[in-house]
């Protein structure tokens, strides 16, 4: 089995196979990091997922009585249970579509699209790039409509 190590600012993985594993050290942008990570491997699509403490968190929200979104921020320090959703690219640049489960005290759970968070300690993902470039566009309702076209 191929592995090795790999090494940025505000990360560190490990590579095994076609396979990613990345840490990201405390205090880092969840979001600048991994586009950070997905640019220094060439990344152009994949799954990704992950755990981890986080705080300073700026949710999305897609309101279910119109075509809004909402925003919310969560200052608090909450374990993410479940961080995960897609990697593309639009002109060039990697886009992450992330949605993250927060627990937020012992019977308060939240969830929402992730546009940012910090490190608070330790998050750890794992990455699996996909040969397939996952495009998102909008249907006639205004709504994200994706499909799949070949990197090849």
């Not at 090494?7 to 991994?34: C, F, H, P, Q, V």
Request: net charge positive.
């Amino acid at each position: 089995m191929k592995s090795q190590f790999l090494y940025g600012s505000l990360w560190m993985a490990r590579k095994i196979e076609n396979t990613y594993i990345i840490s990201i050290n405390d205090g880092a942008s969840i979001i600048a990091t991994l586009k950070d990570f997905v640019q220094s491997q060439k990344i152009k699509a994949g799954k990704i997922s992950g755990v981890g403490v986080i705080n300073h968190v700026l949710l999305r929200f897609l309101s279910p009585f119109g075509k809004k979104y909402i925003e919310g921020k969560i200052n608090a320090t909450s374990d993410a249970s479940d961080i995960s959703g897609n990697i593309s690219e639009n002109e060039g640049k990697p886009m992450l579509h992330l949605h993250v489960v927060l627990r937020l005290s012992e019977h308060t759970v939240l969830d929402g699209l992730l546009m940012d968070g910090k490190v608070r300690g330790k998050a750890e993902f794992i990455l699996l790039p996909m040969e397939n470039q996952l495009v998102i566009s909008k249907n006639k309702k205004g709504f994200p409509s994706f499909h799949l076209n070949s990197l090849n």
